[in-house]
């Protein structure tokens, strides 16, 4: 393979070779565990799916047909992944199982097609009708996700009001997706490769634009003045409480007695303001009060589990310096005193 070549491989099979990994990563390991980001890793994954085999493809034409049904069939997903990613990104009231059962339809003409039209013997109908369907069917989903978005880009056009990090998420996502599905449906035009090219260019843009981004506005909620008196925004808030509750319960940070809110937000990856007004001025809340919500919830299930525990051994187990402040704490969230708590356990077990 002449050097030329070997760059082009290189660079088009690194997009791929991300795009692979990076769908592991929200499939797997993106916190908050958010319904978007299973999304978000499938269509990575078959973005990276399609492009393997184009990579493969343009290096070697004698490629197995197998290997161009699945690449080619991949593309089918890519649309609605794409489409389900933003609505559930953007859209709270989204109905998840109207989406889902657009995949699974979509996942049974896949399949009983291939069965019955296998690529090896029907080369000329999947490169000719199956292909310009399914960039036609790609082509749908990303319209439907442009209107989907369609707030955010008024936001752009009228520069109204500065649009938030998930919108800005959604609005990356569906760039790319777009430049990509160009590439493809223009290869005619230009080169069959373009695609894994775009999707190599495409990926470190967008990487690069985001932590740009991060670093310039830190997201616009965090950049928030604690004293502006305005909520955080809805989604902000319901996603930020996402990644605290799961931080607390993952690490049982609740139960270090000497937990301060700057060492949360410092978990969290965020600034102990944000925190604070979060708590403020969408749950009415204080941090301390917050934090012995956690505590009592804990020393209720161990309660209902061993009723014969001391007060005090509770208490240090759910994060309470001592037993007089567990009694305050547990009296004002649950409205009675830990022994009546505990007494009305074993009442209900006798």
């Excluded at 070779?17 to 908050?32: C, D, E, T, V």
């Excluded at 709270?92 to 339809?105: C, D, H, N, P, V």
């Excluded at 080169?191 to 616009?220: C, D, H, N, W």
Aim: aromatic content about 16%.
């Amino acid at each position: 393979m002449k050097f030329d070549h070997q760059l082009l491989f290189f660079f088009s099979a690194l997009g791929a070779f991300n795009g692979s990994i990076l769908s592991l990563y929200f499939f797997l390991f993106a916190k908050p565990k958010h319904l978007s980001n299973y999304f978000l890793g499938g269509m990575l994954l078959m973005l990276s799916i399609r492009i393997w085999k184009s990579v493969f493809f343009y290096f070697n034409p004698d490629l197995s047909r197998v290997y161009l049904q699945i690449g080619l069939s991949a593309c089918f997903f890519i649309g609605p992944f794409l489409y389900a990613y933003v609505k559930t990104r953007l859209d709270k009231s989204f109905k998840r199982k109207l989406i889902f059962g657009q995949i699974l339809l979509l996942l049974l003409v896949t399949l009983i097609t291939g069965i019955i039209y296998p690529y090896e013997v029907y080369p000329e109908l999947w490169g000719d009708v199956f292909y310009k369907i399914i960039n036609y069917q790609w082509l749908l989903y990303i319209l439907l996700s442009a209107y989907a978005m369609k707030n955010t880009f008024s936001k752009m056009i009228n520069r109204s009001r500065k649009i938030s990090p998930r919108e800005f998420w959604a609005l990356s996502v569906f760039t790319g997706v777009f430049i990509i599905w160009a590439a493809y449906f223009f290869a005619s035009y230009t080169s069959y490769i373009m695609g894994g090219l775009s999707f190599t260019l495409v990926l470190y843009l967008s990487i690069l634009v985001i932590y740009q981004q991060r670093e310039k506005s830190a997201p616009e909620t965090v950049k928030r003045d604690k004293y502006e008196g305005n909520k955080i925004d809805a989604s902000d808030a319901e996603e930020l409480l996402g990644s605290i509750d799961h931080i607390l319960r993952d690490q049982q940070l609740f139960k270090d007695p000497n937990l301060t809110l700057p060492q949360l937000a410092e978990k969290v990856k965020v600034r102990p303001h944000l925190i604070s007004q979060l708590l403020n001025d969408n749950l009415n809340k204080n941090f301390s009060l917050f934090i012995n919500e956690y505590r009592i919830s804990e020393a209720r299930r161990i309660l209902g589990s061993d009723s014969n525990l001391k007060m005090e051994v509770v208490a240090e187990m759910c994060g309470f310096n001592s037993k007089s402040t567990f009694y305050t704490a547990f009296k004002k969230i649950t409205q009675t005193t830990p022994a009546k708590y505990a007494n009305s356990w074993d009442i209900l077990n006798s």
